[in-house]
T-cell receptor, first 117, second 117 residues
Framework: GAVVSQHPSWVICKSGTSVKIECRSLDFQATTMFWYRQFPKQSLMLMATSNEGSKATYEQGVEKDKFLINHASLTLSTLTVTSAHPEDSSFYICSAAGALAAADTQYFGPGTRLTVL | AQKITQTQPGMFVQEKEAVTLDCTYD???????LFWYKQPSSGEMIFLIYQGSYDEQNATEGRYSLNFQKARKSANLVISASQLGDSAMYFC??????????????FGSGTRLQVQP
């Protein structure tokens, strides 16, 4: 089956620094990638949708200048949390859909746990 | 408005027993897909089962079956012969439209299942 990886799997950073999270589709071309955020004991909330080669579409309430998303290739999307603060500490999960994906298939990455001190 | 509702924050089941996790949904679309995911403590999202709105038969995948009642807008997950490894968080999700792998999922709040020996 299709595999999506995320790197890093966990990161601890100081407040005010920027953190980049990578999401890669390993064996298929992902025309669309989704970024979700999950706070402890809560559900997954969609942050943004990114299509290869175009600007990401952000959900209401998600600051696009704070959460920079780049989907420059068909196998890689990155999420950069700029000037991170403790309230940004969360579990970030990406999912990917391919151009030739089965009609209703999305593949999730293993997630990245971000802790901002 | 809540599109996916999971009313059971937590459930207990004895090993080898069957358990039903409830999910109701709200959509005005005629075409949609319903999903169940398992999230163990590691955080990864494990796809369990899918039901399309036009599927006439309930979906089954091994020990998992989806009790789809379209008129009631419910999509309950039934796990038969529970195992200790089934202890995890379970999320019901929906995507409006069919053949649209490139649309994001909307998740319910989740149900924490604990299987007791």
């Amino acid at each position: 089956g299709a595999v999506v990886s995320q790197h890093p799997s966990w990161v601890i950073c100081k407040s005010g620094t920027s953190v980049k999270i990578e999401c890669r589709s390993l064996d298929f071309q992902a025309t669309t990638m989704f970024w979700y955020r999950q706070f402890p004991k809560q559900s997954l909330m969609l942050m943004a949708t990114s299509n290869e080669g175009s600007k990401a579409t952000y959900e209401q309430g998600v600051e696009k200048d704070k959460f920079l998303i780049n989907h420059a290739s068909l196998t890689l999307s990155t999420l950069t949390v700029t000037s991170a603060h403790p309230e940004d500490s969360s579990f970030y999960i990406c999912s990917a859909a391919g151009a030739l994906a089965a009609a209703d298939t999305q593949y999730f990455g293993p997630g990245t746990r971000l802790t901002v001190l | 408005a809540q599109k996916i509702t999971q009313t059971q924050p937590g459930m207990f089941v004895q090993e080898k027993e069957a358990v039903t996790l409830d999910c109701t949904y709200d959509t005005s679309d005629q075409s949609y897909g319903l999903f169940w995911y398992k999230q163990p403590s590691s955080g990864e999202m494990i796809f369990l089962i899918y039901q399309g709105s036009y599927d006439e038969q309930n979906a089954t995948e091994g020990r998992y079956s989806l009790n789809f009642q379209k008129a009631r807008k419910s999509a309950n997950l039934v796990i038969s012969a529970s195992q200790l490894g089934d202890s995890a968080m379970y999320f019901c999700a929906m995507r409006e439209g069919l053949g649209t792998g490139r649309r994001a999922l909307t998740f319910g709040s989740g149900t924490r299942l604990q299987v007791q020996p």
